[in-house]
T-cell receptor, first 114, second 112 residues
Framework: DAGVTQSPTHLIKTRGQQVTLRCSPK?????VSWYQQALGQGPQFIFQ???????QRGNFPDRFSGHQFPNYSSELNVNALLLGDSALYLC?????????????FGSGTQLSVL | SQQGEEDPQALSIQEGENATMNCSYK?????LQWYRQNSGRGLVHLIL?????REKHSGRLRVTLDTSKKSSSLLITASRAADTASYFC????????????FGGGTRLMVKP
């Protein structure tokens, strides 16, 4: 049973560019959340997708957008990249079978903005 | 902003010793969870304690919750070198796993 998978593992972009990160949830999970983790800090909630719609959003600008597909996989898009967007981006999925309480995380995408 | 704050920020102990990490938070919660992260990669769920619970055990882990003080502690007994990792507390305010708010983490090093 594959866990949460994220691609790519590492990514280098320059300021002003756009990036798309991808996530496949754990089998049986229908909800995907995205978190940003800056170096030396805890993860911060970006948004969550359920039934192909954004259900909740954290304190992130509109440059951050997402999508969820019918197979529950998800994408995170960041436009007009800033140096401060450099971080580890984590995808997490959750299941109705345990009330969506527990998150299963992927290994993340390390984004470097130069 | 981060809801929880862990204390200490870093902890170094010898194998076999116990490790205690503390977490404080600001608002009311429905549950509090602890996660572990190895080498800056994915987080792994360790244990969840609900707001109406005071203590919970899972293997070598013991978690306590004091809602009056808005604080929690994680105790790892008989630590092993493999326990070396960062540990984060996360609070869930609406009990649906919708939006976990993480603290800054405690970096634990267990020396063999």
């Amino acid at each position: 049973d594959a866990g949460v998978t994220q691609s790519p593992t590492h990514l280098i972009k320059t300021r002003g560019q756009q990036v798309t990160l991808r996530c496949s949830p754990k089998s049986g999970h229908d909800t995907v959340s995205w978190y940003q983790q800056a170096l030396g800090q805890g993860p911060q909630f970006i948004f969550q997708y359920y039934e192909e719609e954004e259900r909740q959003r954290g304190n992130f600008p509109d440059r951050f957008s997402g999508h969820q597909f019918p197979n529950y996989s998800s994408e995170l898009n960041v436009n007009a990249l800033l140096l401060g967007d450099s971080a580890l981006y984590l995808c997490a999925s959750s299941s109705p079978w345990d009330g969506y309480e527990k998150l299963f995380f992927g290994s993340g995408t390390q984004l470097s903005v130069l | 902003s981060q809801q929880g704050e862990e204390d200490p920020q870093a902890l170094s102990i010898q194998e076999g010793e116990n490790a205690t990490m503390n977490c404080s938070y600001k608002t009311s919660i429905n549950n509090l969870q602890w996660y572990r992260q190895n080498s800056g990669r994915g987080l792994v769920h360790l244990i969840l304690i609900r707001s109406n619970e005071r203590e919970k055990h899972s293997g070598r882990l013991r978690v306590t919750l004091d809602t009056s003080k808005k604080s929690s502690s994680l105790l790892i007994t008989a630590s092993r070198a493999a326990d070396t990792a960062s540990y984060f507390c996360a609070t869930d305010r609406n009990n649906a796993g919708n939006m976990l708010t993480f603290g800054g983490g405690t970096r634990l090093m267990v020396k063999p």
